[in-house]
């Protein structure tokens, strides 16, 4: 082969290469590639975002921003953004949920969340950085309680999560006894209504008597009617255990527990007669009565003969003006005004009897007019 056709065959050849190799460059794109803030320049021959962020091993997920998006071409002095979700297992006054950011500080998370008032409580603190695995965050926002406690009502503004949390925030302190209108763990809404009620239980001890029973014996020596109590009666005692439960004050159960006798009761014992009264000496009229006296005339001086005549004062009932005492004294039951017109002399014939005219001081001497 001449040296010449040698010669132009070399010349070909390099310039294939050089013009290969010019290509080869001029096909190289230069971007910027920002990740979680973070930028670096890098070099690639990709066209399209997807394969730049595959040639720099990054695998993004569905809650991930990538801008523009995976499809888009890319030419030499673009930037490329790429924004991490992070998860966040978040709870709000109490209520969990989990959602995904790609903030970087729990200052940006609540910003994107919308979380904006600086009054909130916080689990972490604002200044921290959010790893890409996520973390657990905790908000507490004000809410306005209406709070009920030891008969007085108040509204009070509180970050606090719970109702348990809010009674140890206004320092109030539950007995065993005492009831929450919600449970302790319950998360606080605004507007919400908690009621504290005291509760107190104890037992008391109450003392009631035990009716004592009269048993009667006949006499054959007193006569019909005639009642004589030869043993008195003495009420007996018992003691009933109560569990009493008090709810602000005011008593809401009662529950017995059992009842034992602290006394025996102690029978009456009355004599009862049965032997026949004679038949009354007196007669109507104003003659004298069988045995000599005339208790007609006396009757008419005590009362003016009215048997359910009862004085002024209420003191004296009857025909002969007997008082409850004297009446009784001389075997008499209930009212004297209420005995019969018979039973009245009969009971008064002994009492002369016992003591004389002298019972009756100003109408005395009638009996023997």
Not at 127 to 145: C, F, N
């Amino acid at each position: 082969m001449p040296r010449s056709l040698k010669l132009a065959l070399h010349a070909l050849v390099l310039l294939g290469l050089v013009g290969g190799t010019l290509a080869y460059f001029a096909a190289q794109k230069s971007l910027t590639l920002t990740v979680d803030g973070q930028a670096r320049e890098v070099r690639t021959y990709a066209d399209t975002v997807g394969e730049v962020l595959e040639e720099e091993g990054l695998r993004t997920r569905s809650h991930d921003v990538v801008l523009p998006g995976a499809e888009a071409g890319v030419e030499d002095g673009d930037a490329v953004v790429v924004n991490r979700a992070r998860p966040l297992q978040l709870t709000v006054d109490g209520v969990p949920s989990e959602v995904y950011v790609t903030a970087l500080s729990v200052e940006e998370a609540l910003a994107q969340l919308g979380y904006r008032a600086d009054d909130l409580v916080l689990s972490a603190s604002r200044s921290e950085r959010l790893p890409l695995d996520g973390m657990a965050l905790s908000i507490s926002t004000p809410k306005d309680i209406t709070l009920l406690v030891d008969g007085t009502q108040r509204v009070v503004t509180t970050t606090a999560a719970t109702a348990g949390d809010l009674l140890a925030e206004q320092g109030i302190t539950l007995s065993p006894t005492d009831r929450l209108s919600v449970y302790a763990e319950q998360a606080l809404l605004d507007r919400m209504r908690v009621q504290v009620t005291r509760v107190q239980v104890t037992e008391v001890v109450e003392t009631t008597p035990i009716p004592h029973d009269s048993v009667e014996t006949p006499d054959a020596d007193a006569f019909t009617g005639e009642k004589t109590v030869t043993q008195e009666g003495v009420d007996g005692e018992q003691a009933t255990t109560f569990r009493i439960t008090v709810s602000d004050g005011v008593e809401t159960a009662r529950e017995q527990l059992g009842t034992t006798v602290t006394r025996q009761p102690v029978d009456e014992h009355v004599s009862v007669g049965t032997k026949q009264r004679p038949v009354p000496a007196a007669s109507s009229g104003n003659s004298p009565s069988a045995d000599g006296l005339n208790w007609a005339a006396l009757a008419q001086c005590e009362s003016g003969g009215r048997p359910n005549a009862v004085s002024g004062t209420g003191k004296y009932h009857g025909l002969y003006q007997f008082s409850q005492a004297t009446w009784n004294a001389v075997g008499g039951t209930g009212l004297p005004s209420a005995a019969s017109a018979d039973e009245q002399t009969y009971r008064a014939q002994l009492l002369y009897q016992r003591s004389g005219a002298g019972q009756w001081p100003h109408c005395g001497s009638r009996l023997f007019s």
